[in-house]
């Protein structure tokens, strides 16, 4: 019992600690994105909200050194990955990265350092 109480509370902790959102109106796909994040990657993620030519694009940074960026729509369908290790392998089209206007952080990993 003791064993399922501290079991219980270690993952109420952990889901509540280990991120934050600053839009609780985020999509719900970006989840899958957020449980990857804390189970998988070095602290420092963050989903960040930008527009471009008047849509708004949300971008997912893993804060892996040399691992490419997504960036998707409203939806979660991609638009293109940047960065990484191979610059050949990004396919955002010419101007869209220059283009991106900042809006907000909508998630920070929040983990402790």
């Known amino acids: ?12 902790l952990v889901a509540f600690f280990g991120c934050s959102s600053n839009d609780e109106n ?4 970006f989840q899958s994105f957020i449980d ?3 189970e998988r990657t070095p602290r420092g993620a963050t989903i960040d ?6 849509e708004v694009v949300f971008g997912f940074n893993t804060n892996i050194p040399d691992a ?13 990955n940047s960065g990484g290790f191979d610059p050949s392998l990004s396919d955002c089209d010419e ?3 220059e ?5 907000e952080t909508v ?3 929040t983990r402790a350092r």
Do not use: H, R
């Not at 003791?2 to 509370?9: E, H, S």
């Open 1 to 12: 019992m003791m064993k399922t109480n501290i079991l219980i509370i270690s993952v109420i």
């Open 26 to 29: 985020i999509p719900e796909c």
């Open 36 to 38: 990857f994040v804390n």
């Open 49 to 54: 909200k930008f527009t471009f030519n008047g």
């Open 68 to 80: 490419q960026g997504a960036f998707v729509d409203e939806s979660c369908k991609t638009i293109c």
């Open 95 to 97: 101007g869209f990265l």
């Open 99 to 103: 283009n991106l206007i900042f809006v």
């Open 107 to 109: 998630w920070k990993d």
